[in-house]
Nanobody
Framework: QVQLVESGGGLVQAGGSLRLSCAAS????????MGWYRQAPGEQREFVAA???????NYADSLKGRFTISRNYDMTTLYLEINYLKPEDTAVYYC?????????????WGQGTQVTVSS
């Protein structure tokens, strides 16, 4: 299994920046890729960004430019930097990891960290 714990959320003014962290532990050698999703009140969870084991990154088209995903060399920490925050970025941000399982890929989730952007 893979355990994920997010941190770094909080209340930020519009135009500011924030860096979220996700501490990963467990069977990290099984991880295929890791990513960030977010869920605003009353909305479905949406994809933000992901990074493969090889380091390739992928972003939601609508969020390119303000969001940057990165990680440390051993995949124990995943980051999401958000610049020029907007009130519509208010959401719970979740870290995810897709990993090899005995019967196919498994997806693990953290508990989420709240980001609130004031106008």
């Amino acid at each position: 299994q893979v355990q994920l714990v997010e941190s770094g959320g909080g209340l930020v003014q519009a135009g500011g920046s924030l860096r979220l962290s996700c501490a990963a532990s467990g069977r990290l050698f099984t991880v295929i890729d890791m990513g960030w999703y977010r869920q605003a009140p009353g909305e479905q969870r949406e994809f933000v960004a992901a990074q493969t084991r090889d380091g390739n990154t992928n972003y939601a088209d609508s969020l390119k430019g303000r969001f940057t995903i990165s990680r440390n060399y051993d995949m124990t920490t995943l980051y999401l930097e958000i610049n020029y925050l907007k009130p519509e970025d208010t959401a719970v941000y979740y870290c995810s990891a897709r990993a090899h399982g005995e019967r196919g890929p498994l997806t693990y989730w953290g508990q989420g960290t709240q980001v609130t952007v004031s106008s």
